[in-house]
């Protein structure tokens, strides 16, 4: 199966929802949670997405109502 085939479509209109009702985090917030992403076994360097959740983490951190896949932030 490819990465597009796994990737959690879902998860992509729910955090596409809460940007629009929520909005995004402060820039602080958003490099804390990055870096605990960058040490994550879950993170693929090479495109920054979760393997966990297929989402592209640089923009990910930035959703307010967005969480971690394995409750890390």
């Given at each position: 199966m490819?990465?597009?085939?796994?990737?959690?479509?879902?998860?992509?209109?729910?955090?596409?929802v809460?940007?629009?009702?929520?909005?995004?985090?402060d820039?602080?917030?958003?490099e804390?949670?990055?870096e605990?992403?960058k040490?994550?076994?879950?993170?693929?360097?090479s495109?920054?997405?979760?393997?966990?959740?297929?989402?592209?983490?640089?923009?990910?951190v930035k959703v307010k109502?967005?969480?971690?896949?394995?409750?890390?932030w």
């Amino acid at each position: 199966m490819s990465d597009i085939e796994n990737y959690d479509w879902l998860g992509l209109l729910k955090s596409t929802v809460d940007v629009a009702t929520n909005g995004i985090v402060d820039n602080d917030v958003a490099e804390k949670r990055y870096e605990h992403c960058k040490s994550c076994v879950f993170f693929k360097k090479s495109t920054t997405q979760c393997k966990k959740c297929g989402c592209v983490m640089k923009a990910k951190v930035k959703v307010k109502g967005a969480s971690c896949p394995i409750g890390i932030w």
